[in-house]
């Protein structure tokens, strides 16, 4: 099927996002909670788009690109007045809420905003509550954080405050668009969620591997056994070289 | 029939250039190498022994991956990665059995071997033709003493 972004006729796969669609033909559009390897929910609402649908000419709106699907005949605009306008207002209520983060204070900045005309959250954190850790985790199969609680007291956290069902992974961390998961990763251990893991050892060379809790959990997901987690990458290498050497006359 | 990237031990020489090769190909940014894909281990004066990713048929890392970012192209047979889709959980690195599976801290990337689309930059650099591009094994014996070593001009792809 065929759209049009920012007056450019642009090929869709039915199923795609506008958001796919408007990256993959080289347009920029800002987004904070996205991420292709997880399904998309429209938290951070910054990649709103214009939109004009070929069925209602006379009326445009207003929707986020990360989960809307591509239409035949669409008219798509990324950086219209009223685009730049709603994410001014998104960015002025985010950097309110996380008055101290780098990202969102150079994202305004961008948008022009230096000071944001709302009242400042006290002993803001930089959590902008776009659930992309809540959706990593879930992906990666363990489910070991939520969102919980309500309105402005809203935060993410394991049920309970306890990170019974956490691996260790740290990828909901690495992934926050703000870095607002604290987290420590030491050769003998790795710390989140205020629960600490130890660090499986290589068993040749003694290198730092990943958490014993990931490792079991990794292997009885996908069927392979716990004997594959127990050397690293280098030494493995290393191995295999030496078995085809023995191959070799 | 499907060309493949064959490696024959007994020629190669240990000049690693398909090291190099590798390292340039896949910087992310021009003349910022990145770890390479493949690793010649020289054991002795005739044993050279290039490792790099089998492209396996029942791969452990793709069946660790959770995302999806590690995926099969129908073209080349061969395993790729796609960073965007990547949560850095590295469990792919230590699933590998054979070791190819590496993570790039510099660039926060796995490094795995991707054939380089279907033209591999190892098997184009190697002056021995330990590492060929092809449907057959390379056939005659090499004369090693032949090879003019380390004479191997880049024009790097601009990335």
């Known amino acids: 099927m065929r759209m049009v972004i920012d007056g450019r006729v642009v090929k869709a796969e039915p199923g795609q996002t506008l958001l796919e669609v408007a990256t993959n033909a080289g347009f920029k559009i800002p987004s904070l909670c996205y991420h292709a390897g997880v399904e998309s929910w429209g938290g951070c609402r910054l990649c709103l788009v214009e939109i004009i649908k070929a069925s209602r000419p006379e009326r445009s709106e207003l929707v986020t690109s990360c989960i809307y699907e591509a239409e035949e005949g669409l008219v798509v605009q990324t950086k219209s007045e009223r685009v730049i306008e709603a994410r001014r207002d998104i960015l002025e209520m985010l950097l309110a809420r996380v008055p101290d983060s780098e990202v969102i204070r150079e994202l305004a900045y961008e948008y022009g905003i230096i000071e944001t ?13 776009c659930g992309l850790c809540v959706r990593i985790c879930e992906k990666m199969g363990a489910g070991a954080i939520t969102m919980a609680e309500r309105g402005a007291e809203r935060i993410i956290t394991p049920p309970f405050g306890e990170a019974s069902d956490c691996i260790g992974c740290l990828a909901c961390a690495k992934s926050c668009p703000t870095g607002a998961i604290a987290y420590l990763e030491e050769p003998d251990e790795v710390k989140i969620w205020d629960r600490s893991f130890a660090r499986m050892r290589c068993k040749l060379c003694n290198a730092p591997m990943l958490p014993k809790e990931q490792v079991d959990f990794v292997a009885a997901k996908s069927g392979l056994s716990p004997l594959y987690f127990e ?14 050497a023995r191959l070799m006359a | 029939m499907k060309k493949r990237l064959i490696v024959t031990p007994e020629r190669c020489i240990n000049c690693r250039s398909c090291e190099v090769a590798c390292s340039f190909t896949h910087a992310p940014k021009p003349n910022s190498p990145a770890i390479s894909r493949i690793r010649v281990y020289p054991f002795s004066e005739e044993r050279n022994v290039p490792v790099t990713c089998l492209q396996c048929e029942e791969a452990a890392c793709m069946m660790v991956c959770p995302t999806g970012a590690l995926s099969r192209n129908p073209e080349t047979l061969a395993i790729e990665y796609a960073p965007e889709k990547c949560i850095h959980c590295k469990s792919c690195v230590y699933a590998c059995p054979f070791g190819n599976c590496h993570y790039d801290e510099a660039y926060n990337q796995v490094a795995k071997c991707d054939l380089c689309g279907g033209d591999p930059a190892c098997a184009k650099f190697c002056p021995s033709k330990a590492l060929v591009w092809d449907t057959q094994p390379p056939i ?9 070593r380390m004479q191997i001009k880049f024009t790097l792809p601009s990335p």
């Open chain 2, 140 to 148: 005659g014996k090499i004369d090693k003493d032949a090879v003019p």
């Open chain 1, 117 to 129: 005309a709302y009242v400042k959250r006290e002993d803001a954190d930089k959590c902008i509550m």
């Open chain 1, 231 to 244: 050397v690293c990458d280098e030494c493995r290498k290393k191995q295999s070289a030496k078995s085809f």
